[in-house]
């Protein structure tokens, strides 16, 4: 019944071929893919600018002297008045004030290139970039772990729930889940740190590791310390996270499921889980992707909210320190790392989406 | 007219429901579709075309249930199976390999994040597991052929390709199974003029190498008058006149079936003088007591108003009309 | 459209819930004061950190103040916080967003890049170093600031939808009468956004309320008022959990929670309408009435049975 060759063919196309199909598809759309991937990059790269002028921006032009302010708040403080290194450190790290304004950016730009953050005010005379080097890897681990399992989590929760809507799962998740995305996340942490660690004693009150047991990441008793201490925080992060992408991944699969090509699935007499995962899922995921990378910066502040509620030695217990330190050069350090971070993140959400989605690549 | 019945539809009704009570979309359909045969099915949007598909496939979505009726289907080899009483898990075995469907809007029912080659493959090794991929691939190629589209587009992604290629290609997917039965839902609407002829001239092509029936619907009569063996002509729910093409064109018995006759101009006619049919479609929630038609009927009468008229066989076609009751004395009038 | 979005039940819940909570925040200190004796900012040196009890129906604080009242008070703090920022959000979102996707042309690229450069950024680290610069700084200033940072979304939301009402026939036609741009924005395409923008106002609110809580909770909110956010952050720097206090971080964490469920009590209703796909009525309606048609089967007999295990 298999023709070989078809006599009946129509050979006389009404089409035209699509727009820029001269070289044949696979060149032209890896050159497509390219070319949107740079324009991102180029996007990202100028916010990027956007954001570090802004840092040098803001404390030239707030209302007072930033390092006079400085000055006082460390005296309150200490009780005594600043030493002489204190005064000058103050007044060079909003620039040195007998050069103008183009030498200071330029300066600070300079700066950046080596890390150089300045010296912390609270913790004189420690660098800032020592300071944010220490904590920086606990926030990436607490963050990325709990946004991975968590984006994960909901949105194969959520797939699942979308496939059926209307089911025994869907119709006790789908309330519960509303109001936990509406919890503030240092707020719950506060509940959770009372419960479990307070009243159930399961957890440990606060820290990032046994201060008992040496430092050092060669030491399986440390390693274990830190998944004993990050558990809690972890925990409290990935139940408010994953309530955000249940809620959307649901909605877009709802959606999704009743498109004609996900219906024709089914026609074909495809196995279910083909049609869900092939055909409807695939496709959903797509705005997640997106709402990932839109949401990496909110993601971002309640796990540094969090790390300050467990006391976590991450960004977030830097942040808080350096706020009521008043400790600028490390919270306009902190300030960088965050903006920097979330602009990577979406960066590398781009690029999934790239690859997930072929009709990013033709776009011109 | 002598071959075997490949599905006997009888008594077919589809229920919308709404917390506010049902409307049935479709009520009491009957038909015999015989092998190799092209039954249209005409009427205006709204009529239960577009939800008689999805119940023949038993692809309904909710709040669509089927209500009542059975569906028998006579597979070439084997005892005849009621699809309506089939478990979801014995109907996927029998899925494209003896039922398969053209959806109307071709850009929606290509996955847009597959290439056109993988939405064959994936189908054709489903259903024979001994298919490898390259040889699957090698079908998929012959398949496209087959309606005018090169293999070398296969890894292409649907949005690279044109809206007629879509099209046809969807034609190629239905017959990637070789299936017995190929039910079409508006194929042609999204696609321009000249394209509608190729694809139609294909489908008769198909038809002729490889035997599928089809069950063509649209709400264009005259393009049914060119394809169809048979032709259903559907208002409110219900096949209110069925007959061969020729039949129905040329002594059109329901006064509906004339007027819809009437708003088309023929393609290969003289050109008659054109007239609308005035009103429009009922609320299925609310049904009338009597004939659905009976309020936009150029003949409507008190008989009209009292029941439904069932199909009743007059001359070559079955017509549901009280004007060939031979009980009413109105009947004499017919035409 | 309004009309049914307003009917549904959980909209009208939603709304109830602003409802309440904004006439608890304009009455706050008449509330605490008259309805509850205490003032919130009163000491009852008899009762400090106390447990729910005992004249004091959800206890008291460590400096010994009402936590009722204070929850009361703190309606103000949050609530204004969030309705300022969200009016001056909203707004900006407004004055961005709908002329962009009027104009077009080069206007429109170089906003949608400034949109999308501030859209990028994380607003909550904006808000941070900017609410850090001048820390102390009064309730409106932090309004301000969360404002400042807040609008981008919603400009972008509001360009998209402006540019599809450019588009369509009613505004077509007006320009070919040759009315003014500033006419046709006023009269024409604003009153069909309207329902976007009041959606988009109660969101604005309580991402504002999220806002000034995380700032107090980081010690950069306003100094002059008590807010939820105050509170909790006054809970945390003074050991509530150590000792136990869960009744001094609750109830205002709570009050937030509620309030971010009703921006999405009314959300969903507006989905419900927008998208009505997203409703899962219909399937609970087919799967009862598979259901009664299985039990009807069953009442017949055994005869029937052999079709009940089918599935839609």
Redesign the interface.
């Known amino acids: 019944m298999r023709p070989a060759a078809d006599p009946d063919a129509i050979r006389t196309t009404t089409d035209p071929p699509p727009a820029g199909t001269a070289p044949g598809p696979a060149p032209r759309k890896r050159r497509g893919a390219l070319r949107y991937f740079r324009r991102r990059l180029g996007f990202y790269l100028f916010t990027a600018w956007a954001a570090v002028s802004l840092n040098f921006v803001l404390p030239r032009f707030m209302p007072g002297n930033p390092a006079d302010t400085l000055l006082r708040d460390l005296q309150d403080q200490t009780g005594q008045a600043p030493t002489p290194e204190q005064v000058h450190t103050a007044q060079t790290f909003f620039g040195d004030p007998t050069k103008d304004l183009l030498g200071q950016y330029l300066d600070y730009w300079k700066n950046l290139a080596h890390f150089d953050f300045g010296v912390s005010v609270t913790n004189y005379p420690t660098p800032v970039s020592q300071l944010v080097g220490q904590a920086l890897p606990w926030t990436v681990l607490l963050v990325g772990t709990t946004t991975v399992l968590a984006w994960v989590l909901g949105t194969a929760l959520g797939a699942y729930m979308g496939w059926k809507p209307g089911s025994r799962f869907d119709a006790i998740f789908a309330p519960t889940t509303t109001f936990l995305h509406a919890v503030p996340p240092f707020w719950l942490s506060l509940v959770a740190l009372w419960g479990f660690s307070y009243k159930l004693g399961w957890f440990p009150v606060g820290g990032g590791y046994d201060p008992k047991v040496p430092f050092s990441l060669n030491n399986v008793w440390f390693v274990l310390s830190v998944l004993k201490y990050g558990a809690l925080p972890a925990c409290t992060l990935v139940f408010v996270g994953f309530n955000g992408w249940l809620f959307s991944m649901r909605n877009v699969m709802v959606t999704t499921v009743s498109e004609d090509y996900v219906l024709l699935a089914r026609a074909k007499g495809l196995a279910a889980w083909r049609v869900l995962f092939k055909y409807a899922a695939r496709n959903a995921l797509l705005p997640n992707i997106t709402g990932l990378a839109m949401a990496i910066g909110g993601i971002l502040g309640g796990t540094l909210m969090t790390e300050m509620v467990f006391s976590y030695p991450g960004l977030g217990l830097l942040l808080m320190k350096a706020t009521t330190g008043h400790d600028f050069p490390v919270m306009q350090a902190v300030f960088l790392m965050i903006t920097l971070a979330v602009l990577v993140a979406n960066l590398i959400a781009d690029s999934v989406y790239v690859l997930l989605d072929p009709r990013t690549r033709d776009e011109g | 007219m002598t071959d075997p019945a490949l599905l006997q539809v009888d008594g077919l009704s589809v ?1 919308y ?3 506010q009570g049902s409307a049935r979309a479709c009520s009491d359909i009957s038909f015999t579709l015989r092998r190799g045969e092209i039954l249209g099915v005409a009427g205006e949007s709204g009529s239960g075309k577009s939800t008689l598909i999805t119940a023949l ?9 089927t ?1 009542a009726g059975r569906i028998v289907y006579h597979p070439a080899d084997g005892e005849p199976v009621d699809l309506v ?4 898990r014995a ?7 003896q039922l ?2 053209v ?3 071709a850009m ?7 290439r056109l080659g993988a939405q064959f493959t ?2 054709l090794r ?2 024979d597991p001994s298919l490898d991929r390259a040889a699957a691939w090698q ?1 998929a190629g ?1 398949l496209v ?5 090169a293999p070398d587009r296969l ?3 649907p ?4 809206g ?2 879509r099209q046809r290609s969807l034609i190629a997917l239905a017959l990637a199974c ?1 299936p017995d039965l190929v039910v079409m839902d508006e194929p042609t609407t999204a696609v321009d003029v ?2 509608q002829r ?1 694809i139609l001239a ?1 489908v008769l ?2 038809r002729e ?2 035997g599928f029936a089809v069950v063509f619907v649209t709400h264009d009569l005259s393009l049914l008058l060119e394809l169809a063996d048979r032709i259903a002509i559907m208002y409110a729910g219900r096949i209110v006149e069925i007959g061969s093409s020729a039949d129905l064109y040329h002594r059109p018995k329901h006064p509906y079936t004339k007027g819809l006759r009437d708003s088309f101009p023929p393609l290969h006619a003289p050109l008659r003088e054109l007239s609308g049919i005035p009103g429009s479609p009922p609320d299925l929630r609310d049904p009338l007591p009597g004939c659905a038609f009976g309020p936009r009927c150029p003949r409507a009468h008190a008989a009209c108003e009292q029941a439904v008229p069932p199909l009743r066989t007059v001359e070559a076609q079955d017509v549901a009309c009280v004007l060939y009751d031979p009980q009413n004395p109105e009947a004499t009038a017919h035409a | 459209m309004l009309n049914g979005i307003l009917r549904k039940w959980n909209v009208r819940i939603g709304l109830g819930i602003f409802a309440l909570a904004l006439l608890v925040a304009f009455l706050g200190p008449w509330v605490a004061q008259s309805l509850i004796g205490w003032s919130g900012h009163q000491v009852d040196y008899h009762a400090i950190g106390r447990p729910p009890g005992h004249g004091h129906l959800l206890g008291t604080n460590t400096a010994g103040n009402d936590v009722l009242a204070q929850t009361v008070l703190g309606a103000r703090g949050s609530v204004f916080v969030g309705l300022v920022s969200a009016v001056l959000a909203t707004v900006l979102a407004a004055a961005v967003g709908v002329p962009s996707g009027f104009v077009g042309g080069r206007y429109d690229r170089v906003m949608t890049a400034f949109t999308n450069v501030f859209l990028t950024l994380p607003s909550f680290a904006l808000t941070l170093i900017v609410a850090g610069y001048v820390q102390g700084a009064p309730w409106l200033m932090i309004a301000l600031i969360i404002a400042v940072f807040e609008w981008p979304g919603g400009a972008r939301y509001l360009r998209s939808q402006t540019l599809s009402l450019r588009g369509r026939d009613f505004t077509v036609a007006m320009r070919m009468v040759g009315e003014t741009r500033l006419r046709l924005v006023f009269f024409e395409v604003m009153p069909h956004l309207t329902g976007i923008i009041s959606a988009m106002f109660l969101r604005a609110m309580v991402a504002g309320i999220f806002a000034e809580a995380g700032l107090a909770f980081l010690g950069i909110g306003s100094t002059d008022t008590i807010s939820w956010g105050t509170m909790i952050a006054d809970a945390h720097s003074q050991s509530a959990i150590l000792n136990g206090q869960w009744w001094w971080f609750v109830p205002p964490g709570l009050c937030i929670a509620v309030l971010g469920m009703a921006t999405a009590l009314v959300n969903f209703g507006i989905d419900e309408i927008t998208n009505p796909r997203l409703s899962a009525a219909g399937r609970r309606l087919v799967k009862k009435f598979h259901a009664a048609r299985a039990a009807g089967r069953r009442a017949a007999g055994p005869a029937a049975a052999e079709t009940a295990g089918r599935s839609t």
């Open positions: 229920d429901l709404t917390p496939t038993r692809l309904q979505r909710p709040p669509a249930v209500s009483a089939q478990s979801e109907l996927r075995r029998r899925r494209w390999r398969a469907i959806m109307q809007s929606d029912c290509l996955n847009p994040v597959m994936d189908v489903t259903h079908r012959e052929r087959m309606v005018g589209i890894p292409a992604y949005h690279e390709l044109s007629g290629m070789d000249v394209m190729q294909q092509r198909l190498r490889f």
